[in-house]
C-alpha cells in the first residue's frame, strides 16, 4: 500500500465512487510503493519540500525523456493502472503532456486538475488556459479535480500551491462556468477534502 496524504471526495452525490485514495509518492524512485488503481503523480525530478517542486529540465531533453517512460512503464505494470495526477513541474506537466500520456497506452487514466497545471506565469491570461484546459481534458478524464491556487514565493523561486475553491486567484466565474459545462457533458466531478465538495456542490447546483 503507498503513501498517501487522505482522499478525492466525489462533488456530484449520485458519484458511484464517492472517493478515490490519492497517493503521494514518486513513481521515478526505485523505492516508491504505488498503489494499483489510486491517483498518483506522473513523477518529478530534484527537490521537494511539501507544495514546492524543483522544476523538471526540459521535457524534450533525453534525461526528462528517459525519466518520464521509466514512470509510465512502472505505472503500466500495475493493474488496475493508477490515475496519473498531472502537474506543472512534473513529467507530465501540460494538455499535451496529457493527450500523449493517453495516446500512448489505452489503459492510461487522468485525474485533471486544472489548479496544478498553473505556473505564476499563466496568470495573465488565466481564462484562456483554463479554456484550453477544459476543452481538451475535462471529458478525457477520468475525474476532474475543482481546487484553486494561490503563489508562494522564495529565493526568487515563486511556485503555485493548492487551496480550497474560491480561495484563491483562478477567475472564480470561469471555472464554475466551465466546471458546469464539463459536468453537463458527462464529467465526474471530485475534490480535495469532503468539505470542499460539499462546498463545491452547493455552488455548482
Known sequence: MGVFVGWLFAIDEKEPAARIRNCEENP?????????????????????????????????????????EAAMERLRGLDPV????????????DVPGCLGLLRSEP????????????????FAAAEDHLERMFGALALAAEVVVISDVQMAEQDGDAWCVPVAFGSGLLPREVVVRLTRKAAAEGARLFARSQAE??????ILS
Do not use: N, T
Open 28 to 68: 521515478c524512485e526505485a523505492g516508491a510503493v504505488i498503489e494499483p488503481g489510486a491517483v498518483c503523480w506522473s513523477g518529478w525530478l530534484g527537490e521537494r519540500s511539501g507544495d514546492w517542486f524543483e522544476r523538471v529540465p526540459g521535457h524534450f531533453l533525453p534525461s526528462s525523456a528517459r525519466a518520464r
Open 82 to 93: 493508477p490515475m496519473v495526477r498531472p502537474h506543472a513541474r512534473h513529467l507530465v506537466s
Open 107 to 122: 489503459r492510461f487514466r487522468l485525474a485533471f486538475e486544472p489548479a496544478l497545471l498553473f505556473e505564476p506565469v499563466m
Open 197 to 202: 465538495a460539499e462546498a463545491l456542490r452547493a
